[in-house]
């Protein structure tokens, strides 16, 4: 099922072939933050591709890696490993649902379709990011109030390069011209399915810099908020990766339970 996705955790696609490496550092804002709470907090995560493979760490805010997920895209099957926990479990790749298979889910469910209103511009502006000349766009999106919610804001302010995310979601080409995909959205949650009108190019690409504000307003049951999040890609690699890299590490125990899963 497509489900929405906050637009960092989808980098958008370009077609290519080598292999990959790319390192992220996340810094997060929250004014509705609990006051027990590391506000902002920061984040450094590693992303890999080789072939079908996919792998991302998760540094958190030290050096060592703590959390890795390992995907193959030909079995659509992976591994999420606690590094921490010595602990792992098996899981099966998310599969992507088309136009079609979405559209004739709405036509069944039209209670859960959520109309989004989407604009992207091209500034204009060029800058070069690791040898590549990069986009600049702007994207809102808006999502209106209704009877069951107060509606909310997002923007993606961010710069583009002409090269391939080694994301571990193993997405089909179809994916870069979807703006449900590409765009994404936090404004609606499952079993809610975002329907976007878009006007305006759909950015393509890898995002080297962005700045996502994700706003939503108060109602008589929650104050507003407003999220910032700023990812910079601060290395990024093609050199050639070792296959072991993708391989479960020795010295770990199955834990079909790991992240709470039943």
């Known amino acids: 099922m497509r489900k929405p996705i906050l637009p960092l955790l989808f980098l958008s696609l370009v077609a290519c072939h080598a292999d990959t490496t790319v390192k ?3 810094v997060i804002t ?3 933050s609990p006051s027990n709470v590391q506000n902002p907090s920061e984040g450094r995560g590693v992303r890999y591709r080789k072939g079908t493979m996919r792998r991302k760490d998760s540094l958190g805010g030290g050096t060592a890696v703590s959390f890795s997920n390992i995907a193959n895209c030909d079995t659509r099957t992976g591994f999420l490993i606690d590094l921490n926990a010595h602990e792992y479990r098996t899981y099966k790749v998310v599969k992507f649902w088309s136009i079609a298979e979405t559209d004739e889910y709405l036509q069944k469910n039209p209670q859960d379709a959520i109309e989004i209103e989407s604009k992207t511009v091209d500034t204009g502006e060029r800058k070069t990011f690791f040898g590549y000349s990069a986009k600049h766009f702007i994207t809102t999106i808006k999502r209106s109030p209704d009877k069951n919610d107060a509606g909310g804001e997002e923007t993606i302010n961010a710069w583009y390069i002409d090269h391939e995310v080694p994301d571990n979601n193993c997405a089909p080409d179809y994916v ?4 449900y995909y590409v765009v994404g959205t936090a404004l609606v949650s499952l079993p809610q399915i975002a329907r976007f009108h878009h006007v305006g190019p759909v950015p393509g690409g890898m ?3 962005t700045t996502l504000i ?4 108060g109602s008589k049951t929650s104050l507003e908020q407003t ?4 990812e910079t890609v601060e290395e990024l690699s093609d050199s050639p990766l070792d296959p072991s890299l993708f391989e479960l590490p020795s010295g770990l125990h199955e834990n079909p339970h790991l992240l709470g899963r039943k």
């Open 24 to 26: 992220i550092h996340t």
């Open 30 to 32: 929250d004014t509705g």
């Open 176 to 179: 870069r011209t979807d703006p």
């Open 207 to 209: 995002r080297v810099k």
């Open 214 to 217: 994700h706003k939503t307003p």
């Open 227 to 230: 999220i910032t999040i700023e």
